[in-house]
């Protein structure tokens, strides 16, 4: 069965850090292009981060560029998104996903086929 399993959601305090993990299994990561996606209340999914398949390059929305930063570990069959300096505006539900080409080329989602079930990241003092 073809499963991402994310964690590393949770409550973090504005300028704080936080990491998630997303593993796959049932399928091999090391074909894909991986983003990550959020969903705010009230607002659509949308994308900001996608990592080539050899993890050799990245794109970043400008509203997360120069604080998150996604990488990637093909041995271990995960993708991971290094959340710093976090603004309240960065609470939404994340969610990984595997884009249908090993090639990052924005973020639309049917270009993406395997998405994670979604863990919730909250900013807040």
């Known amino acids: 069965q073809l499963r991402f399993v994310e964690s590393g959601g949770g409550l973090e305090q504005p300028g704080g850090p936080l990491r998630l993990s997303c593993a796959a299994s049932?399928?091999?990561?090391?074909?894909?292009?991986l983003g990550w996606f959020r969903q705010a209340p009230g607002k659509d999914r949308g994308g900001f981060t996608c990592?080539?398949?050899?993890?050799?390059?990245?794109i970043y929305a400008d509203s997360v560029k120069g604080r998150f930063t996604i990488s990637r570990d093909n041995a271990k069959n995960t993708v991971y998104l290094q959340m710093n300096s976090l603004k309240p505006e960065d609470t939404a539900v994340y969610y990984c996903?595997?884009?249908?080409?090993?090639?990052?080329?924005?973020?639309?989602?049917?270009?993406?086929?395997?998405w994670g079930q979604g863990t919730q990241v909250t900013v807040s003092s």
């Open positions: 996903a595997a884009r249908l080409l090993g090639y990052c080329s924005g973020y639309v989602p049917s270009m993406y086929g395997y």
């Open positions: 990592i080539s398949s050899s993890g050799a390059s990245a």
């Open positions: 049932g399928f091999t990561l090391a074909n894909y292009a």
